[in-house]
């Protein structure tokens, strides 16, 4: 993709969300694309405005939402960053689906191409090596229990912890 486009963590969730519509029913209206985001008809409304202004959906209220061509490859290239952190999560680092979905959901913003390539590539070697997942799986196991009672603190140099005072 040449161009840059610059679309906000809330409008990469919207675009997603409408691709990940189109992919399950075929077509996506706003009241989809409502359910899913969990969010009210005026964001939603602004939030399609906005889309369609930068070339990425066509959008006409009371019909049918469609991704413009450059509108479906960012659309993939979001999904995909989405699938690859959740596939690490889950296969990786053997946390649950759901959780792994909701903290893939706040991390895929921040990830660039290059770290997004290795993550799919780390993923990739141990799927494909079972002998190696096999051993990284055990010595994580072990590796986890050691800490499983105590806190972050403990994992890490306490310099290293950012502290929020509240």
Known sequence: ????????PSLEDYIEAIYN???????ARSKDVKQRLKVNGASVTGALRNLAEKGMINYE??????????GYKVAQII???HEILKDFITNILRIGVSEAEEVACGMEHSLTPTVTMRLAAFVDLFEKNPDLNKMLQDS???FLNKFEDKTLDHCVKKDEIKRIEV
């Open 79 to 81: 999904a995909r960053r």
């Open 21 to 27: 519509t189109i992919t399950k029913k075929q077509v």
């Open 1 to 8: 993709m040449n161009e840059n486009i610059a679309l906000t």
């Open 61 to 70: 209220p009371y019909e049918v939402i469609t991704l413009t061509p450059k």
């Open 140 to 142: 994580f196991e072990r």
